[in-house]
């Protein structure tokens, strides 16, 4: 069983930065692929990429591919999604999910747990 919580900047101005964290309790952090969502106001939820279980693969979405690393430290159980240059469109409530042994898929069946999601608003 693993618990996510996410957590980072509530608000931020268009052409700024956020970093949100994923903070894991739980057994096995390191066995879990981290994949990052996002679901805007009135639209249905959106991958924006991932990392592997090991670090080693990254995937973004083509939305923020350049604007966004996505990195993890199995070591204190934690995954971190950096994006640059905020747009509005930016806008929605993040999520952070895991899944077993993965390898950041975008298919959301794959993962097998959730946080409850963070808001991020981008002003402009």
């Known amino acids: 069983q693993v618990q996510l919580v996410e957590s980072g900047e509530g608000l931020v101005q268009a052409g700024g930065s956020m970093r949100l964290s994923c903070a894991s309790s739980?057994?096995?952090?390191?066995?879990?692929?981290i994949g990052w969502f996002r679901q805007a106001p009135g639209k249905e939820r959106e991958y924006v990429g991932a990392?592997?279980?090991?670090?080693?693969?990254?995937f973004y979405s083509d939305s923020v591919k350049g604007r966004a690393t996505i990195t993890r430290d199995n070591d204190n159980d934690m995954a971190y999604l950096q994006m640059n240059g905020l747009k509005t469109e930016d806008t929605g409530v993040y999520y952070c999910?895991?899944?077993?042994w993965g390898l950041g898929t975008s298919r959301e069946s794959e993962y097998d747990f959730w946080g409850q999601g963070t808001q991020v608003t981008v002003s402009s």
């Open positions: 999910a895991a899944d077993w």
């Open positions: 739980g057994r096995s952090f390191s066995n879990y692929a």
């Open positions: 990392i592997s279980w090991s670090g080693g693969v990254t």
